[in-house]
């Protein structure tokens, strides 16, 4: 039988109830007092009419404020849960004390070793695991966990070795043994599986702490759900292809393949094969190959910097889009595949349109859901979580301490204007943490070019007058800024300027609702 008591802090309190169980004859068991001032008690099953005339007595005594049965002392419910816990445990663990010994093991063991508990318990753990020499570090003055690779049962594990610490009387850390966790290549292997697996939430993984950012996640998600081709506006390093993975994972198609060709990095001919293909003949080759297209079936197709493509393959991936069918290089035979397109961009294809170097016709069945991706310098909110997340990732990589922002650094990165983007800030950083001596990353330690420098938007020998590049740097700047104020008015507050003028120029330059995405 056990007892709890609650009860106020009143010195003798417990005395007066340990009285009445000698009074009444009781063996106690087991007695416990928690932080909060509670009585736990332990005995045997006693008579209900002994326990009916034990129970008035002790609610009494002066401070008790309540008496009730329980299942289990604190003690014993910590205890059965933590065999419970060690038990179910895939992985083979052992206690040892001071010297080594084995306390404590769990099922996983005795099941490797097809050997009976009672015969490991008090065997010297450095027997069974070998490769780590366990007494040197007990004995070593500053014990610390350690990770190390070790042998069990003529197989390589990976051991986590932990010190047990318990406090003395005086409330300082001594030493009370250890606990070895074994892993080994296999469970290793699908835990790390498990690791690169996609999560519930596919888009978790993009720092969107900026108002426009997450706009741009929020717009992203519902766009995943539905099927149309997807074009994603930016630019470099601003983490077109992480969002269009996203998009990707959050789709119906998440089983099958999400593939990549990139149209800026490779010649007509090497694209032309690898997006469709070719046939057994073509080339001299005696068997055929399969395109991206059949590979990437009932997945996406990521078409990274689609605004590069050759005329010759823009008219293919036009048939494909409209009747889902294409033919191998050097085929007759069709083939017919069900894939969706996202594509990406830094260039403006309204303009590639009017200056005939891309496809009307194409350009409208791709851009069927768009949406522009800002660059880091307009969404400052992100930089300093992105930087963080940057920081721990490289210091995991590199096994070092995840270094302190100093205050000098974080307005430094919050004010230079990253023309390189996410990438450039991650490769920045990587470099500084790499480098880094000490636990503070400083001003001095990120080295960028000055914004000064970064503000050439054009080289010395660029074609066409001054008036030409200044026009074109105009309408860029309208055209990024438009999808977040969506009204010649808006606009113009935004870049202090009149009403007029600024609907001259949206006019001038063709941009509105239908030629810009909001």
Same mark, same amino acid.
């Given at each position: 039988m056990r007892l709890e008591i609650s009860c106020q802090d009143r010195l003798g309190i417990t005395q007066d109830v340990l009285d009445i169980l000698v009074s009444h004859e009781v063996d106690l068991r087991g007695i416990e007092i928690n932080e909060m001032g509670k009585i736990y008690l332990s005995f045997p099953n006693m008579d209900f009419a002994d326990f009916q005339h034990l129970m008035p007595k002790i609610r009494k005594i002066e401070g008790i404020d309540d008496v009730k049965t329980i299942p289990f002392m604190p003690?014993?419910?910590?205890?059965?849960?933590?065999?419970?816990?060690?038990?179910? %445990?895939?992985?083979?663990?052992?206690?040892?004390?001071?010297?080594?010994?084995?306390?404590?093991?769990?099922?996983?063991?005795?099941?490797?070793?097809?050997?009976?508990?009672?015969?490991?318990?008090?065997?010297? &753990?450095?027997?069974?695991?070998?490769?780590?020499?366990?007494?040197?570090?007990?004995?070593?003055?500053?014990?610390?966990? &350690?990770?190390?690779?070790?042998?069990?049962?003529?197989?390589?594990?990976?051991?986590? &070795? %932990?010190?047990?610490?318990?406090?003395?009387?005086?409330?300082?850390? &001594?030493?009370?043994?250890?606990?070895?966790?074994?892993k080994s290549e296999q469970r290793l292997g699908q835990q790390l599986t498990v690791f690169h697996e996609a999560s519930i939430d596919s888009f978790m993984s993009i720092q969107a702490s900026s108002k426009i950012m997450k706009k741009v996640v929020r717009e992203a998600k519902r766009m995943a759900e539905l099927d149309g081709p997807i074009m994603l506006y930016g630019e470099t390093g601003t983490g077109k292809e992480l969002i269009a993975h996203a998009c990707h994972e959050a789709s119906r198609r998440k089983d099958a393949s999400f593939l990549v060709l990139n149209c800026a990095s490779l010649p007509d001919n090497v694209a032309e094969t690898e997006l469709f293909?070719?046939?057994? /003949?073509?080339?001299?080759?005696?068997?055929?190959?399969?395109?991206? =297209?059949?590979?990437?079936?009932?997945?996406?197709?990521?078409?990274?910097?689609?605004?590069?493509?050759?005329?010759?393959?823009?008219?293919? =991936?036009?048939?494909?889009?409209?009747?889902?069918?294409?033919?191998?290089?050097?085929?007759?035979?069709?083939?017919?595949?069900?894939?969706?397109?996202?594509?990406?961009?830094?260039?403006?294809?309204?303009? %590639?349109?009017?200056? /005939?170097?891309?496809?009307?016709?194409?350009?409208?069945?791709?851009?069927?859901?768009?949406?522009?991706?800002?660059?880091?310098?307009e969404r400052k909110m992100d930089i300093i979580p992105l930087a963080e997340t940057f920081l721990k990732q490289h210091s995991l990589t590199l096994g070092r301490k995840v270094p302190k922002l100093t205050k000098s650094c974080v307005d430094y990165i919050q004010a230079y204007p990253w023309f390189g983007n996410v990438r450039q800030l991650e490769n920045v950083l990587y470099r500084a943490v790499s480098l880094l001596e000490g636990n503070e990353l400083g001003k001095e330690h990120i080295q960028i070019p000055s914004s000064a420098n970064a503000m050439s938007f054009v080289t010395e020998n660029f074609e066409g007058s001054l008036d030409e590049e200044v026009k074109r740097f105009e309408k860029s700047i309208l055209q990024r800024l438009y999808p977040s104020y969506p009204s010649s008015r808006l606009l113009a507050k935004k870049l202090g300027l009149s009403h007029t003028a600024i609907a001259n120029k949206l006019r001038d330059y063709g941009i509105n609702k239908k030629s810009v995405k909001i």
């Open positions: 003690l014993e419910r910590e205890q059965n849960q933590l065999r419970a816990l060690l038990q179910t %445990l895939p992985d083979p663990v052992f206690s040892v004390d001071t010297k080594g010994r084995i306390l404590l093991l769990n099922d996983a063991v005795t099941t490797s070793l097809e050997t009976q508990r009672e015969a490991l318990i008090g065997l010297d &753990i450095d027997e069974l695991v070998k490769g780590f020499n366990t007494p040197r570090w007990l004995e070593s003055k500053k014990i610390t966990s &350690i990770t190390q690779k070790v042998r069990f049962i003529e197989q390589n594990y990976l051991a986590d &070795i %932990l010190p047990v610490m318990v406090p003395d009387s005086g409330g300082e850390p &001594i030493l009370a043994g250890a606990v070895f966790i074994l293909g070719y046939a057994a /003949g073509a080339f001299g080759q005696t068997s055929g190959k399969e395109g991206l =297209l059949e590979l990437t079936q009932g997945g996406s197709l990521f078409l990274d910097e689609v605004g590069d493509m050759s005329p010759q393959l823009q008219a293919k =991936l036009l048939r494909v889009l409209q009747d889902g069918k294409f033919r191998r290089v050097g085929d007759t035979k069709e083939v017919k595949v069900d894939v969706r397109f996202i594509c990406t961009t830094q260039k403006d294809l309204t303009q %590639l349109v009017q200056e /005939g170097r891309f496809r009307e016709d194409l350009y409208y069945r791709l851009n069927v859901l768009s949406l522009g991706i800002p660059p880091l310098r």
